[in-house]
């Protein structure tokens, strides 16, 4: 998986659960995994950019969803 299809499933994996918002990258590879956001890991450096990025503009895709 490559950082353009990260993106948008850490940000559905936020919509959809937001409790997941806080937790750590190496908490999110097995949890992007088993719930089926991800096809295969990706690695805790491209999560945590990912989850950076989707922190950050938060409120933009929060009412687009």
Request: no cysteine.
């Amino acid at each position: 998986m490559n950082a353009v299809q990260l993106l948008p499933a850490v940000r559905a994996l936020y919509s959809r659960h937001p409790e997941y918002r806080y937790h750590e990258p190496w908490e999110l590879i097995g949890l992007l995994w088993s719930l089926g956001y991800t096809e295969d890991l990706a690695s805790e450096g491209e999560i945590a950019a990912a989850a950076e990025v989707a922190r950050k503009d938060y409120p933009e895709w929060w009412r687009a969803a």
